[in-house]
Nanobody, 120 residues
């Protein structure tokens, strides 16, 4: 059974930091690209950061570049999102995503999300 379980969300003041974790099980973690998305009510889910498995290249949304860092530990089947210098506009539900694409098949797995609230 595929599971993605996010943790580490919470309430933090502007300028503060949080580290999100996503523990994966039930699929070949090391072969999947791992992503963090976020969503606020009334808006589409947006890609925040992603990290591929091979050379572990990472990409970021412009809004979080220089503040967020995505990393993964294939031995622990876990992906992380270190969030620094948080802003109120970072408030959202953050979702972990596992993505794999072959020639004729695409797989996407999702966690249930963790709430991040940035407020004074």
């Amino acid at each position: 059974q595929v599971q993605l379980v996010e943790s580490g969300g919470g309430l933090v003041q502007p300028g503060g930091s949080l580290r999100l974790s996503c523990a994966a099980s039930g699929f070949a973690f090391s072969s999947h690209t791992m992503n963090w998305y976020r969503q606020v009510p009334g808006k589409e889910r947006e890609l925040v950061a992603g990290i591929i498995s091979g050379d572990r290249s990472a990409n970021y949304a412009d809004s979080v570049k220089g503040r967020f860092t995505i990393s993964r530990d294939n031995a622990k089947n876990t992906v992380y999102l270190q969030m620094n210098s948080l802003k109120p506009e970072d408030t959202a539900v953050y979702y972990c995503n596992a993505h794999w694409a072959g020639l004729t098949l695409v797989r996407n797995y999702w966690g249930k999300g963790t709430q991040v609230t940035v407020s004074s």
